[in-house]
Every structure is written in C-alpha cells, then in structure tokens.
Nanobody
C-alpha cells in the first residue's frame, strides 16, 4: 500500500504563513516520480475541495483560484516528499488539509486513490 503522512499544520494569525509537508512511503510504493501529488482541504460542513496539484516532475501545477498567488505546491522526489507553502493566510483557509497521490494529474479529489490522514490549519482573524 501507499502511505501519506501530512505535517506542518497549526494555528496562525491572518497574514501569516505555514508550510505543509507530505511524506510518502509504503510496502507497494516504489518511487514518488510515478505519482501526481495533490493538496485538498475540507472545512466543517463542506465538501473536500481542490487546492493544488503537481505533476510527476514538478513541471505542471494547477491551483484553485482562491489560493492562486498565495500558495505554492512543490515536491522532492528524491526525498519522497510533497509540500504546500501557504502565505498570506486568511480565515477562509481554515480547514483540514489532505495530501493525495495518484498516477494521473487531476483536480477532482474523487480521482485520487491514496490519501493522508490530514493536518488541521486554523487561521485566526
């Protein structure tokens, strides 16, 4: 199986920054370069929504309009890690953030089959 573990969440004031990390491993996992990686978020009472995705070598990225210009997705295939740098955070960014992996690049969370457990990000006004 493929395991994803997020870290880096926390409480931050509006305008602040956080960097989320996603470590990928597992019994059937061979190399991170086989996977597109994505970050999604889910606020209480809302559906899980797309935040950002990156292709296998980092050459293609897509962002939700709500985070474009503030968030940056990146990856380090040698370390089996993916990251989400979040700047200029807003209270509306408060949510549980999930890392996901799958073979194809997609912005639909239903197309991702490997998920982490999530890390909470809370932005105070």
């Amino acid at each position: 199986q493929v395991q994803l573990v997020e870290s880096g969440g926390g409480l931050v004031q509006a305008g602040g920054s956080l960097r989320l990390s996603c470590a990928v491993s597992g019994r059937t996992f061979r190399q991170l370069s086989a996977y597109a990686m994505g970050w999604f978020r889910q606020a209480p009472g809302k559906e899980r929504e797309f935040v950002a995705v990156i292709d296998w070598n980092g050459s293609t990225t897509y962002y939700a309009e709500s985070v474009k210009g503030r968030f940056t997705i990146s990856r380090d295939n040698g370390k089996n890690m993916a990251y989400l740098q979040m700047n200029s955070l807003k209270p509306d960014d408060t949510a549980a953030y999930y890392c996901a992996a799958d073979y194809a690049l997609n912005v639909d969370p239903r197309e991702f089959h490997h998920w982490g457990q999530g890390t909470q990000v809370t932005v105070s006004a």
